[in-house]
């Protein structure tokens, strides 16, 4: 599973989990120096209270733009009883560089003066007296009540309890809170983690991100630039990936805007009309606005003073270029932009990125003739057009499509582009988004075209990398991509297949079952052994303690008869509590669904959550000492990860060794697009452990019988050609089936634009004769049930396995 827009985990070519927009702070027990909670009054609407409603301000006291979209505001009470429960506000936007960031809770009937502008409104009612308030990465609430939890709680940026708080930092809570007063930081935003010396009582004095007070006034502006300063565009952007200026205030830089984001990260572009035809300098540009619209229209010829700042949206990410605190003059309007510079197939070079040897490209030289990421930083903030090109990644829910503009370059049978090894990123992908609200990027399925020009700005972000922010979008070509349907299998042929069926549990709504359902009984044709991944217990999130999934199965399994399928039998080990890695509370775990009119399960006693299951030689070929059973659980190599599920089955008599298999995710990795070149896959360490413990298991099942059927599949998280599967298969106990394929069919998921492989099925020697499949029902589709398609394998058996 991809989450594709939690964090900064950043992916190197493949899938994420990933959390945040910006880098954050480890935890709360570690002094922020970016975003902190800057005040806190609950006594609004109080009787004796001036304000009509509660506040929490954020500050940003670092030097970049630090965003907030994916953080909450949290509240739980002073003293938490067992039954209470952080309330949650959501954020959006940005807090710029020694700015302030307004959160309005709940209104009282009491006070007089309204809050200035409020920058994100919650419901919460917070205590006057004494309350702990927290600023945590990402939407779910916290459950920790108390310090030392809190403090050991990686989600919290930033906290402050007040009065007499039990979950506050350091020797005590910030004390003198009342209906007149509230807690706030001295203006140098210090934090030591010690609620009681960073925060003391005072009038509550509430400002937004626009500056702005209750008493409706305003901090002064400086006036705009009046004449033209002696720095341009191209000075700013320099020659590497960095500003020589840097920290630097700059004076009227001239530019026409080009282009003006009015939602999230708002800001405009500007672009030089004199450039200084060094193809290394950009002559493109970023402004700044934090949660303030900008004032500004494409075409104006504008005046910028401000302060050059390199924003890094992730921790492994690029820079973005940009000025902050900007005071804008416009000259004129209406005025001629810049000619596009045109991307294709030509422009675009065939070589990815310069290699640090893992260290930072950011002081490199820009060789934008020879690399892709480096022709994209010397035009970025720069008009780009491209024309009739391909989508290679569907339109996802946050309104963005990749597309290449390298038709030829490793086109996969359906119109994607293969990701066919670690040397070979694809330079031709771009993500497309669109600047206009009323006019977002189309849905489109890969293989459908964006005909005609599509022109914008090239922008940067985490999530994908370099992205054209379009003015004009090419006309969208529909190619009619259908989803597949393998072939039912013979009476004598054993299909297997693996799905992938993401985070399914008892809470989610029936179109969910449904569809997943038809994707089993019409798309895969009913297979005869089924390993799904990504069952959580049946409460899902949660985190109660449930780890049963007769629910979830139940339901899955009505709605697969439903569809026309079989009624199909389980088997699976469920896991200690949130053990296994995955949502919390959810208790992710592998499946074994088998329809017992076409094979039967052999049940053996002994498998649970922490026993490992054995290889057990007999004079009849090898048995399993439990069954189903665990893959030696306890290892290190499955700590906080989902554990390989064991079932011995038997079809026309021959019993088969089923292993369902779902290895560590890849969230941690250094993004193909990042300032670390090459990448560290630091995920990759857990998975080459894990693929060991695998590959020890069925060399053992070999050792006792070198015939043994096996059959090991699910979500590997990892590529074919990877040292995971080096590991996996050492000794050649293992076949990954992916490499039977045309390289044109080698992939069950699209990430960035590139179809890739993280789910295999492999087979033990003993297997020869076989129909593989891979059946692409989800991965290229804007409307998908999972992230990951399903594979199956048809084993044929005329008395002896060939």
């Avoid at 409104?121 to 030392?148: E, F, H, N, Q, R």
């Avoid at 005072?202 to 033209?228: F, K, M």
């Avoid at 004129?332 to 991307?343: C, T």
């Amino acid at each position: 599973m991809q989450i594709s827009r939690s964090g900064s985990v950043l992916l190197t070519g493949a899938v994420a989990v990933a959390l945040a927009v910006t880098a954050l702070p480890a935890a709360q027990a570690a002094p922020s120096a970016t975003a902190v909670i800057s005040e806190v009054y609950g006594g609004g609407g109080n009787s004796g209270a001036t304000l009509t409603r509660d506040f929490v301000e954020l500050a940003n006291a670092g030097s970049v733009p630090f965003e907030v979209g994916g953080l909450t505001v949290q509240y739980l009470p002073g003293a938490p009883s067992a039954g209470s429960q952080w309330q949650v506000s959501a954020l959006t936007g940005t807090i710029a560089p020694g700015g302030r960031y307004l959160v309005a809770q709940a209104a009282g009937t009491g006070g007089t003066v309204a809050l200035p502008t409020p920058d994100a409104t919650g419901t919460i009612a917070m205590a006057a007296g004494s309350g702990t308030v927290a600023l945590v990465s990402g939407t779910a609430p916290l459950t920790c009540k108390t310090a030392a939890d809190c403090a050991a709680e990686p989600r919290i940026v930033d906290l402050v309890g007040y009065g007499s708080a039990v979950v506050r930092e350091g020797s005590g809570p910030a004390t003198g809170a009342s209906a007149t007063a509230s807690v706030a930081r001295a203006a140098s935003l210090a934090d030591t983690d010690d609620n009681a010396a960073d925060l003391s009582a005072g009038a509550p004095t509430p400002v937004n991100a626009a500056g702005e007070t209750s008493g409706g006034g305003q901090e002064p502006e400086e006036p705009g630039p009046t004449e033209p300063g002696p720095v341009r565009i191209h000075d700013i952007q320099g020659t590497t990936r960095v500003s020589p200026l840097d920290g630097t205030a700059v004076t009227g830089v001239p530019g026409v805007v080009t282009g003006v984001r009015a939602t999230g990260s708002r800001g405009f572009w500007i672009q030089e009309t004199a450039p200084d035809g060094d193809p290394r300098t950009s002559e493109g540009l970023f402004v700044y606005t934090g949660s303030t619209a900008p004032a500004v229209r494409v075409g104006d010829a504008v005046l910028v003073s401000g302060k050059v700042a390199e924003y890094y949206p992730g921790t492994a990410t690029q820079s973005i270029t940009q000025i902050t605190g900007p005071r804008t003059t416009v000259l004129s309007s209406g005025n001629a932009l810049p000619a596009p510079v045109v991307l294709d197939a030509r422009s675009v070079p065939g070589r990815y990125v310069p290699s640090a040897g893992g260290g930072s490209i950011d002081a490199l030289p820009l060789e934008p003739k020879r690399y892709a990421l480096d022709l994209y930083e010397s035009l970025e903030g720069v008009r780009v057009r491209i024309a009739d090109t391909r989508v290679t990644g569907a339109t996802t829910a946050y309104d963005e499509v990749w597309v290449t503009v390298k038709p030829k370059e490793n086109p996969t049978r359906r119109g994607g582009t293969h990701y066919a090894s670690y040397q070979d990123q694809n330079t031709g992908r771009l993500k497309v988004m669109s600047l206009d609200p009323a006019r977002p990027v189309p849905t489109a399925n890969v293989g459908d075209v964006l005909k005609g020009r599509t022109t914008g700005v090239l922008d940067y972000a985490s999530y994908g990398g370099y992205n054209l922010q379009a003015t004009e979008l090419g006309t969208h070509v529909d190619k009619k991509l259908r989803r597949e349907v393998t072939r039912k299998q013979k009476k004598n042929e054993l299909a297997v297949a693996t799905y992938n069926v993401e985070n399914l549990d008892a809470r989610d709504d029936q179109a969910k079952f449904d569809t997943l359902a038809e994707g089993i009984a019409k798309n895969l044709s009913s297979p005869d052994i089924v390993s799904l991944e990504e069952i959580q217990d049946d409460n899902g999130p949660v985190n109660d303690g449930t780890v049963g999934s007769e629910e979830t199965l139940k339901r899955f399994t009505d709605a697969i008869v439903a569809k026309g399928g079989p009624r199909y039998a389980w088997r699976y080990i469920a896991p200690e509590n949130n053990k296994d890695g995955g949502e919390p509370g959810g208790n992710i775990r592998n499946v074994f669904l088998y329809n017992a009119q076409r094979v039967s399960f052999t049940d053996r006693p002994g498998g649970d959550a922490t026993t490992p299951v054995q290889a057990v030689k007999t004079w009849k070929g090898v048995r399993l000492s439990a069954s189903p059973g665990r893959i030696n659980p306890t290892s290190p190599a499955w700590e906080s990860s989902r554990k390989p599920l064991v079932g011995e089955f038997t079809f026309r008599g021959k019993p088969v060794f089923v292993i369902g298999n779902h290895f560590g995710s890849k969230g941690g990795d250094q993004p193909l697009h990042g300032r670390f070149q090459e990448p560290n896959r630091s995920s990759e360490t857990k998975r080459i452990q894990q693929a060991a413990e695998v590959n020890t298991f069925v060399t053992a099942l070999l050792k006792a019988d070198k015939s043994a059927r096996v059959v090991a599949l699910g979500d590997f998280n990892d590529f074919e050609f990877s040292p995971t599967f080096t590991a996996l298969t050492k000794g050649k106990v293992l076949k990954p089936l992916i490499t039977t394929l045309p390289a044109s069919e080698r992939y069950s998921y699209v990430f960035d634009g590139n179809s890739q492989t993280l789910d295999h099925i492999l087979t033990s020697p003993g297997i020869r004769r076989f129909d593989y499949d891979v059946v692409h029902i989800n991965a290229e589709f804007a409307d998908q049930a999972s992230d990951h398609d399903p594979q199956v394998v048809r084993v044929k058996v005329d008395g002896l396995w060939f």
